[in-house]
């Protein structure tokens, strides 16, 4: 199957400093991704759907400047979490769609987990 | 709007026993449904989705899932459950196509005991 390639898997940084997540299609063309964030124990909320050369959709609630997606290419879309606090420590876990499918599935990479001291 | 629920947040069972994840979900138009599986610390690995056609499904693992559109549930159901498949279980609705989000349910935790 498709393989979702997600770095870091873990990160720990001090509060005030930024950190960027990368995400990655490896082996076919994503013109959509998702990033998720998951808290303990709970489920997966979507945080944004990250389009190719374009600015990034936002759900309700999700502070876009806090979150900073880029998707600058077919295989590419990266995460930063700026000026982090102890409350965005958390699981983040991105997917993509690939282009060619009418599956609708959606493919995981292995999520990365931030603490912010 | 989408939405999924998954009616038990968790599920214990004895290991070789048959188990049901109950997934309801709400859509006035046509759906794609899906059934994920996370072991702790990790991303999430498909078992298995219901596109169109036969509406029982199988998939990996063992697992299979009915899809029924006059209950809207689309139920996961294993035979016998091992030890292995202790585990968060999501069950995930998006729309028909491939444009739509994956909008996910509460998650069910199975717990396999010897």
């Known amino acids: 199957g498709a393989v979702v390639s997600q770095h870091p898997s873990w990160v720990i940084c001090k509060s005030g400093t930024s950190v960027k997540i990368e995400c990655r299609s490896l082996?076919?063309?994503?013109?959509?991704m998702f990033w998720y964030r998951q808290f303990p124990k709970q489920s997966l909320m979507l945080m944004a759907t990250s389009n190719e050369g374009s600015k990034a959709t936002y759900e309700q609630g999700v502070e876009k400047d806090k979150f900073l997606i880029n998707h600058a290419s077919l295989t590419l879309s990266t995460l930063t979490v700026t000026s982090a606090h102890p409350e965005d420590s958390s699981f983040y876990i991105c997917?993509?769609?690939?282009?060619?499918?009418?599956?609708?599935?959606?493919?995981f990479g292995e999520g990365s987990r931030l603490t912010v001291l | 709007a989408q939405s999924v629920t998954q009616l038990d947040s968790q599920v214990p069972v004895f290991e070789e026993a048959p188990v049901e994840l109950r997934c309801n979900y709400s859509s006035s138009v046509s759906v794609y449904l899906f059934w994920y599986v996370q072991y702790p610390n990790q991303g999430l690995q498909l078992l298995l989705k219901?596109?169109?056609?036969?509406?029982l499904v199988k998939g990996i693992n063992g697992f299979e899932a009915e899809f029924n559109k006059s209950q809207t549930s689309f139920h996961l159901r294993k035979p016998s459950v091992h030890i292995s498949d202790t585990a968060e279980y999501f069950c995930a609705v998006t729309l028909s196509g491939n444009t739509g989000k994956l909008i996910f349910g509460q998650g069910t935790t199975l717990q396999v005991k010897p």
């Open positions: 219901y596109l169109s056609g036969s509406t």
């Open positions: 997917s993509a769609r690939d282009t060619l499918l009418n599956t609708g599935e959606l493919f």
């Open positions: 082996d076919f063309q994503a013109t959509t």
